[in-house]
C-alpha cells in the first residue's frame, strides 16, 4: 500500500522468504503497475514475484430456492466476451425463500485470476510497462479472467451472471 511495505516485502523475496501480500487492484496484471507507481523497480518484481492473484466474492444462489432456467444468449455473450463459450444448460436465478430470508443468495463464492510470471510475462516488466501488453501475455500463458471464472461458476448453477457482472471489471483480453 505504500512504498516502504513493498519495499519490506521484496527485501523479504530476496532473501528467501516467500511473501503473501495483498493489494487493491482492478485485476491480476493491475497489481504490477501499482508496485511500480509506488516506487518499486522493476528488475525487483522480476527478480521476486511469482505470481499475482485477483479475486472479488459474488454471492452464491440458495440451494433451497434456486430455479433453473434457460439462459439468454446475449446476456451470456455480455458475461464471456471476448471468449467463445457455448451457453450453459445448468444456469440457475435467484427466487427467494425463508432459507435466505426471500433474497435468492445464501453464502458467497471466489472468483479468481491468476497470473504466473512467466519468461515472457517478466519480459514485458519494464519501467514504462505497458500493461495491455502485459495482460495479453497473461492470457496467453493460460490466465483466466475475473469473468470468465465467474461465467463457470455461472454454468455450474451457483451464481447468476448479473451478480458476476456487479463485482468484476470488463474483462480486457485484445
Same mark, same amino acid.
Given at each position: 500500500?505504500?512504498?516502504?511495505? %513493498?519495499?519490506?516485502?521484496?527485501?523479504?523475496?530476496?532473501?528467501?522468504?516467500?511473501?503473501?501480500?495483498?493489494?487493491?487492484?482492478?485485476?491480476?496484471?493491475?497489481?504490477?503497475?501499482?508496485?511500480?507507481?509506488?516506487?518499486?523497480?522493476?528488475?525487483?518484481?522480476?527478480?521476486?514475484?511469482?505470481?499475482?492473484?485477483?479475486?472479488?466474492?459474488?454471492?452464491?444462489?440458495?440451494?433451497?430456492?434456486?430455479?433453473?432456467?434457460?439462459?439468454?444468449?446475449?446476456?451470456?455473450?455480455?458475461?464471456?466476451?471476448?471468449?467463445?463459450?457455448?451457453?450453459?444448460?445448468?444456469?440457475?436465478? %435467484?427466487?427467494?425463500?425463508?432459507?435466505?430470508?426471500?433474497? /435468492?443468495?445464501? /453464502?458467497?463464492?471466489?472468483?479468481?485470476?491468476?497470473?504466473?510470471?512467466?519468461?515472457?510475462?517478466?519480459?514485458?516488466?519494464?519501467?514504462?510497462?505497458?500493461?495491455?501488453?502485459?495482460?495479453?501475455?497473461?492470457?496467453?500463458?493460460?490466465?483466466?479472467?475475473?469473468?470468465?471464472?465467474?461465467?463457470?461458476?455461472?454454468?455450474? /448453477?451457483?451464481?447468476?451472471?448479473?451478480?458476476?457482472?456487479?463485482?468484476?471489471?470488463?474483462?480486457?483480453?485484445?
Amino acid at each position: 500500500r505504500d512504498l516502504e511495505t %513493498a519495499e519490506m516485502a521484496i527485501q523479504a523475496a530476496l532473501t528467501g522468504h516467500l511473501v503473501l501480500s495483498t493489494l487493491h487492484t482492478n485485476d491480476a496484471p493491475s497489481a504490477i503497475s501499482r508496485l511500480l507507481e509506488l516506487g518499486v523497480p522493476h528488475y525487483l518484481l522480476k527478480a521476486t514475484i511469482l505470481g499475482v492473484m485477483a479475486q472479488r466474492l459474488v454471492r452464491t444462489l440458495c440451494p433451497h430456492c434456486k430455479a433453473p432456467i434457460e439462459m439468454d444468449e446475449v446476456d451470456w455473450q455480455t458475461l464471456t466476451r471476448p471468449w467463445q463459450a457455448p451457453v450453459p444448460s445448468g444456469a440457475h436465478r %435467484a427466487v427467494g425463500c425463508a432459507e435466505c430470508r426471500d433474497t /435468492g443468495y445464501r /453464502g458467497r463464492a471466489g472468483v479468481y485470476e491468476i497470473m504466473l510470471m512467466s519468461d515472457a510475462v517478466k519480459s514485458l516488466i519494464t519501467a514504462d510497462l505497458d500493461l495491455t501488453a502485459l495482460r495479453r501475455q497473461g492470457f496467453k500463458d493460460g490466465m483466466r479472467s475475473l469473468r470468465l471464472s465467474g461465467a463457470q461458476k455461472v454454468a455450474a /448453477g451457483l451464481t447468476t451472471v448479473e451478480e458476476v457482472l456487479r463485482v468484476t471489471p470488463q474483462s480486457e483480453q485484445r
